[in-house]
T-cell receptor, first 114, second 117 residues
Framework: AQKVTQAQTEISVVEKEDVTLDCVYE???????LFWYKQPPSGELVFLIR??????QNEISGRYSWNFQKSTSSFNFTITASQVVDSAVYFC???????????FGQGTRLTINP | GAVVSQHPSWVICKSGTSVKIECRSL??????MFWYRQFPKQSLMLMAT?????????EQGVEKDKFLINHASLTLSTLTVTSAHPEDSSFYIC?????????????FGPGTRLTVL
């Protein structure tokens, strides 16, 4: 069975600090996809990134960066120089090739204080 | 592109009534749509997978007679909560998978907040 664990339930930092959200996944399949979504207070899920299991290259998009390490089954997300607008719940998710389901982690509630 | 809408965005109803929630893919065809439920401060839980023209596949523990799903076209799926009770109050989110799209990517609707009095 597949599982996604986000051990950090809540994180609170002061604006401009860097923050890393952890994601650990479990699957026996060799082909899978990993996702990060942001859910602001409005509730609508915002897609942030997708990574397939054969692409371990880290990615940077502006202040956001992702570190994918198959050796530790982790797909961590770092926000550099955090801003108040980054406050949201962030979900990591996993799906298998050919399967249709997305398995979500429990989510991490991130609060950026001014 | 890849916009998914939901209607209504929020609804309040009396206990015992039925509520229908619509999920539409606005600019693409979606052979598969998904319905999720999210309780406050919890994660999204998949309720069912809906394929156009066929019966929905429900996750274990989800009552199919209570949560009726219809996926009559490639752009519309509906979720009807029958005889709603206060414990059905939740945030319901749909998503749609792009026809022929890679990476198993799903696009999410904005959600519908249901409150049953």
């Amino acid at each position: 069975a597949q599982k996604v664990t986000q051990a950090q339930t809540e994180i609170s930092v002061v604006e401009k600090e860097d923050v890393t959200l952890d994601c650990v996944y479990e699957t026996r399949d060799t082909t899978y996809y990993l996702f990060w979504y942001k859910q602001p207070p409005s509730g609508e899920l915002v897609f942030l990134i997708r990574r397939n299991s054969f692409d371990e290259q880290n990615e940077i998009s502006g202040r956001y960066s992702w570190n994918f390490q198959k050796s530790t089954s982790s797909f961590n997300f770092t926000i550099t120089a955090s801003q108040v607008v980054d406050s949201a719940v962030y979900f990591c998710a996993l799906s298998l090739q050919g399967a249709q389901k997305l398995v979500f982690g429990q989510g991490t509630r991130l609060t950026i204080n001014p | 592109g890849a916009v998914v809408s939901q209607h209504p965005s929020w609804v309040i109803c009396k206990s015992g009534t039925s509520v229908k929630i619509e999920c539409r893919s606005l600019d693409f065809q979606a052979t598969t749509m998904f319905w999720y439920r999210q309780f406050p401060k919890q994660s999204l839980m998949l309720m069912a997978t809906s394929n156009e023209g066929s019966k929905a596949t429900y996750e274990q523990g989800v009552e199919k007679d209570k949560f009726l799903i219809n996926h009559a076209s490639l752009t519309l799926s509906t979720l009807t909560v029958t005889s709603a009770h206060p414990e059905d109050s939740s945030f319901y989110i749909c998503s749609a998978r792009v026809w022929g799209g890679p990476y198993n990517e799903q696009f999410f609707g904005p959600g519908t907040r249901l409150t049953v009095l």
